[in-house]
Structures are given as structure tokens and as C-alpha cells.
T-cell receptor, first 114, second 111 residues
Framework: ETGVTQTPRHLVMGMTNKKSLKCEQH?????MYWYKQSAKKPLELMFV???????ENNSVPSRFSPECPNSSHLFLHLHTLQPEDSALYLC?????????????FGPGTRLLVL | DAKTTQPNSMESNEEEPVHLPCNHS???????IHWYRQLPSQGPEYVIH?????VNNRMASLAIAEDRKSSTLILHRATLRDAAVYYC????????????WGAGTKLIIKP
């Protein structure tokens, strides 16, 4: 138990659906992250929020839309996804975003797009 | 792109020490070396990090070469629970100190 929870753990959706992934951290951290882990590819950083402000967006397609309503919650809204978006989506948090901060990861949401 | 090089996989016997190497020849003076691991069906977890000196914690030891161009993660007595993919990551100013992941080393522990 890392103090970072993600729901749902598994999700199957069609290309025309709209769904949301939820992440919650119980660690009092100020930074939260979304990562994508595709089969046989390294983890890719998607979004970074620090103190609820988005500080980094690594050119992720607009069909992924993050939301950070407060420092404990992070959402990833999904719409009109493609089959190649099927992956494990990981949320993480850290106290800050400096080069020594440890990131704590949730268990991930396994997404399958049909 | 990841700035570290690791072997794709390694095997070790249970209850023996494991030395996981990492090369980072382009490291600069302010880059920290971080290690994370990912157990099957779980998110990554932090293992250890260091700058110049060797580091120890309850999970592992990190030995950093004097020129800092390589490092070795040492698991002193591997158990089956240590079977995972181990990632060596440089956190540098060019990547805004974010974690840039490579393919890691898949560690297989034989009973």
C-alpha cells in the first residue's frame, strides 16, 4: 500500500465512449503525475501537476484531458480513444518536483480500447 | 530519451547477492541517480537514489563509480519477492528533473 489509490483498476471502453480515471493520494503531497505504460515500451510521462497547476504537458493528444481539483485528487478524462491507447495508466505523487523527490505510484488502471 | 544503459535481463539464485549495473556516461555534476523497481502487476516503487557517495537503505545499496559514469544497485540477499524490472534513472535539469524511464533490467530469481 503506497498511499496512492486508483480507480477503476480495469476498464474496457469503445472508441466513442467517454470515461474518467481517478487517482487519490493520502500522503499530503503537492505534486501529482499521470504516466502511460504500453506493452514493451518505457513509461511515458503524460502530465505533471504541482500545487494543482499543470506545469508540464508532454504533447499528449487532446483526447486525454487531465483535471486536478485539489492536491489530493487527479483525474484523467478520456474521449474518442484509439485502440493504440490501450495501456496501463499510472498515477504518482511526490512532496515536490525537485530532483531528489521520491515518486509514489498507484497500482494503475489497465485500459483496453476496442 | 533515457540516458542510462542497463542489461535487458539478469538471473540470480535466491538468497545470494545481486549486482545490477547501470551505465550513464553522459551524467553531469548535478544529476542524481535514482533506482525504481516494478513488481509484476504493480506500479513502480522507489528503491534508492544518490549523487556521489555510496548509499545504503533497508532495501538495497547503491555503489557509484568515482567518475560517476556508472553505478551498481546491490541487493544483498535476493528473495523471490525481489523479482521485478529494475530501472536506473538520471534526474537532470534538461528533463526538468522528471523521471525519464528506459527499458530497465528484468531480474529473475531462481529458487
Amino acid at each position: 500500500e503506497t498511499g496512492v489509490t486508483q480507480t477503476p483498476r480495469h476498464l474496457v471502453m469503445g472508441m466513442t465512449n467517454k470515461k474518467s480515471l481517478k487517482c487519490e493520494q493520502h500522503l499530503g503531497h503537492n505534486a501529482m503525475y499521470w504516466y502511460k505504460q504500453s506493452a514493451k515500451k518505457p513509461l511515458e510521462l503524460m502530465f505533471v501537476y504541482s500545487l494543482e497547476e499543470r506545469v508540464e504537458n508532454n504533447s499528449v493528444p487532446s483526447r486525454f484531458s487531465p483535471e486536478c481539483p485539489n492536491s489530493s485528487h487527479l483525474f484523467l478524462h478520456l474521449h474518442t480513444l484509439q485502440p493504440e491507447d490501450s495501456a496501463l495508466y499510472l498515477c504518482a505523487s511526490s512532496q515536490g518536483s525537485s530532483r531528489v523527490e521520491t515518486q509514489y505510484f498507484g497500482p494503475g488502471t489497465r485500459l483496453l480500447v476496442l | 530519451d533515457a540516458k542510462t544503459t542497463q542489461p535487458n535481463s539478469m538471473e540470480s539464485n535466491e538468497e545470494e547477492p545481486v549486482h545490477l549495473p547501470c551505465n550513464h556516461s553522459t551524467i553531469s555534476g548535478t544529476d542524481y541517480i535514482h533506482w525504481y523497481r516494478q513488481l509484476p502487476s504493480q506500479g513502480p516503487e522507489y528503491v534508492i537514489h544518490g549523487l556521489t557517495s555510496n548509499v545504503n537503505n533497508r532495501m538495497a545499496s547503491l555503489a557509484i563509480a568515482e567518475d560517476r559514469k556508472s553505478s551498481t544497485l546491490i541487493l544483498h540477499r535476493a528473495t523471490l519477492r525481489d523479482a521485478a524490472v529494475y530501472y536506473c534513472i538520471l534526474r537532470d535539469v534538461n528533463s526538468n528533473y522528471q523521471l525519464i524511464w528506459g527499458a530497465g533490467t528484468k531480474l529473475i530469481i531462481k529458487p
